[in-house]
């Protein structure tokens, strides 16, 4: 079992000063969070806005060390799309399919070193429970075939024992969240399903629906928070191989300060190194 603790992203400009040095250059970044950090693993957020090649991947290699491990947010165009109400041309479902078949074929660099821990495809809201929507999950899982592939959904509509169920029996992991108790939100179940465990953590920003995007992720967790979530972890841990803990509260470096306090709660917490 192997916890790994990071951050959704590096690469923010409103880091520099909070966490980066001021003068640090923006290829330098993920080098500093590697390095100077000391951060085991990230969240590579950029995928989902662009297809990835496989020579973004090979650069991106060369700034961590080996024993670094990346998860992969897949594409737009394969979670979102294909589905958004507010596309008046949506792209196809066989677009979506071929789409991810390239976001495949870029993952190979990390394949080859052992350095992807999985894909999280995270769906949007308007994504809702039905036959239709699990197949097309399924028809994913069967693109991206080995690689370990995680699901995120954004709609409380998924929030059932149901939803578990298909997911366990599909050997498709649940991304587990903490964001704002609002209702059209995912509460918060800290449940496994597959060999790949993970919890995102999104801050607590009520304000979520009617915030700009970069205000929504607008939270500092306080330590009592942070604490709170210990037993879970450890029980999550306990039922999977890898276990990835991601903060996406990344307004300000607020992020790097929470991973590197859960860092260091866990590591007293477990009597060891997380």
């Not at 998924?158 to 298909?166: G, I, Q």
Request: a positive charge; glycine letters at 6%; charged letters at 25%.
């Amino acid at each position: 079992m192997t916890i790994r603790i990071g951050t959704s992203g590096f690469s923010f400009l409103d880091w520099k000063g909070p966490v980066y040095p001021k003068e640090l250059k923006t290829a330098e970044m993920l080098s500093y969070y590697a390095g100077d950090l000391k951060f085991n693993s990230v969240e590579v957020n950029f995928t989902y806005y662009a297809l990835p090649s496989e020579k973004s991947f090979m650069g991106m290699q060369k700034k961590v060390p080996k024993e670094f491990v990346f998860t992969v947010k897949g594409n737009r165009g394969t979670t979102h799309d294909p589905f958004d109400p507010r596309i008046i041309r949506k792209p196809s479902i066989m677009q979506a399919f071929e789409d991810t078949k390239k976001f495949a074929v870029a993952l190979k660099p990390l394949i080859a070193e052992n350095q992807l821990g999985c894909v999280l495809l995270q769906f949007p809201f308007f994504f809702n429970p039905s036959e239709e929507s699990k197949e097309y999950i399924v028809k994913c899982r069967d693109i991206l075939k080995d690689i370990p592939l995680v699901i995120e959904f954004r709609s409380a509509e998924w929030a059932k024992p149901e939803t578990l169920t298909f997911l366990s029996g599909n050997k498709l992991g649940f991304c587990a969240v903490d964001e704002p108790k609002l209702n059209r939100l995912m509460p918060y179940m800290p449940e496994v399903t597959s060999k790949t465990g993970y919890l995102r953590f999104h801050g607590r920003n009520n304000n979520w629906f009617n915030a700009p995007m970069e205000e929504r992720y607008n939270y500092l967790y306080s330590e009592p928070e942070l604490k709170s979530f210990l037993p879970d972890i450890k029980k999550m841990a306990g039922r999977c191989k890898d276990l990835f803990l991601f903060f996406n509260n990344c307004h300000l470096g607020s992020a790097v300060k929470n991973a590197d306090n859960l860092r260091k709660l866990l590591i007293e917490y477990l009597g060891a190194a997380a």
